[in-house]
């Protein structure tokens, strides 16, 4: 788990795009192997400077990491999702090395990869 964080303000190199203002981020759990940690977070920095409604962050962030890891398209296999918020709960199943919740400024962003449920439809 990498317990990383700081400030940023500088020209994102993946995405080509200028920060507005400088944007505090900390990894608080990762299971993402560090380059898919570090494009989360710079996707999602740039998502909060773009963007004020926290389902347009969401939206943002889930759509360009897909772009960035898209699937094959089989149905075995998951996507991703993305919760943006500033007091939530969650409980996700995640695939493995698949999982990362990052603080950025006041907002804690979770993005996971799933697929389906991993239980059976009807079980009690």
């Known amino acids: ?12 190199e993946q995405t080509g795009y200028q920060l507005q203002k400088q944007h505090y981020y ?8 560090e380059s898919f940690e570090q ?14 409604q926290l389902k347009d962050i969401a939206f943002y962030i889930k759509h360009e990491y897909d772009k960035k890891y898209p699937g094959s398209g089989k149905a075995t296999e998951g996507v991703y999702h993305c919760i943006v918020g ?14 990362i919740h ?3 400024d006041t ?14 439809a009807g079980a009690e």
């Open 1 to 12: 788990m990498a317990q990383q964080g700081g400030l940023l303000d500088e020209p994102q």
């Open 26 to 33: 900390k990894i608080v759990t990762s299971y993402m192997p």
């Open 39 to 52: 494009d989360a977070v710079q996707i999602a920095l740039v998502a909060v400077d773009k963007y004020r």
């Open 86 to 99: 500033k007091s939530f709960a969650s409980a996700v199943s995640h695939e493995t090395r698949q999982f």
């Open 102 to 104: 990052m603080k950025v």
């Open 107 to 120: 907002y804690h962003v979770i993005l996971w990869k799933s697929k389906d449920t991993p239980f059976t």
